[in-house]
């Protein structure tokens, strides 16, 4: 049971906004790309990096916001393959913040009964960040809330090429190498088997694109962009994505249920 005592004080905005919410339908898997942290710093003149340690508490917010929801799953875009291209300063502080946030936010992911997984090229990163993700996906392996993704070193295109490459090596090994593949059995070979697909994707800093971020699985995702910078965001626009999300009719290529039946009442009809 959502105890919602646990997500907005009363006479808060929060409130106000949860009361919008019918807490019946959410979105069982939502995607962040997180963006905005670099323009945040710079509206204040920091360098690029206090933009991403703020952006931690954007996330510790949101996760646990997602948890005390009882989403099913939370992937958050912390790092692209693409990435790699900013200075090495930044790209090195990004890992040890990764780090700092692991080591610190353990105790709290156990509190709140979170899975935890990396998914991504998670052996083209450092060692140290390899060790500690390990140890975070290991010890809460057997918690049964909330799954927590974070892609990292990921890239959407990548993702697609690993998983062609890992299918084929599958069926050379059985030697299977003439089978046929359909949708399911691909899907099972992402970084995300076994993961529903995202129903709502959440975009901050109003960029309207998708950026290599789990190209595959957003096929019939609904989009929301806020404005709001990644270090800004909180648990009211998050509440804000789940209305919009809620007003969005999803249709997977089908027509609206009601206007078959209006389409099969007028064809009885014979006009
Ligand atoms: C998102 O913020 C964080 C990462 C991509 C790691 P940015 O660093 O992209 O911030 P902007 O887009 O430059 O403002
Ligand atoms: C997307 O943000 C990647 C992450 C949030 C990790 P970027 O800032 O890297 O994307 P572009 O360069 O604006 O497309
Ligand atoms: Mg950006």
């Given at each position: 049971?959502i ?11 929060e ?27 710079r ?24 948890a005390?929801?009882?989403?099913g ?7 692209s393959v ?9 790209v ?9 946030y ?11 009964n ?6 991504g ?22 918690n ?5 993704q ?63 971020f ?17 270090p800004d ?10 209305i ?12 609206e249920p ?12 014979g006009?």
């Open positions: 049971m105890d919602v005592s646990k997500l907005a004080v009363p006479g808060s905005i409130e106000t906004l949860l009361d919008k919410i019918d807490l019946k339908r959410l979105p069982r898997h939502v995607a962040v790309i997180m963006d905005g942290n670099g323009r945040w710093a509206a204040r003149s920091l360098p690029r990096v206090e933009g991403h340690r703020a952006g931690i508490t954007s996330v510790r917010e949101t996760v646990e916001t997602a005390r929801l009882e989403l799953v939370m992937t958050l875009y912390a790092f693409e990435n790699w291209k900013r200075p090495r300063i930044e090195m502080t990004l890992m040890m913040l990764l780090k700092e692991l080591r610190k936010e353990l105790a709290t992911l156990m509190e709140n979170i899975r935890f997984t990396p998914i090229r998670i052996d083209g990163l450092d060692p140290t960040v390899q060790r500690e993700l390990r140890y975070a996906e290991e010890k809460t392996a057997g049964s809330g909330l799954l927590f974070i892609a990292l070193n990921y890239g959407g295109r990548a993702e697609i090429v690993d998983t062609c490459n890992r299918i084929m090596n599958l069926l050379r090994e059985k030697e299977m190498s003439d089978a046929v593949i359909d949708e399911a059995f691909f899907s099972d070979h992402l970084y995300t088997a076994n993961v529903e697909d995202p129903d709502l994707l959440i975009r901050t800093s109003g960029e309207l694109r998708v950026s290599n789990l190209l595959w699985q957003i096929a019939y995702a609904e989009i929301h962009v806020t404005k709001t910078l990644w965001f909180r648990r009211r626009h998050l509440f804000e994505a789940i919009d999300f809620q007003a969005r009719e999803r249709r997977y290529g089908a027509v009601a206007e078959e039946r209006e389409m099969f009442v007028e064809a009885e009809d006009s």
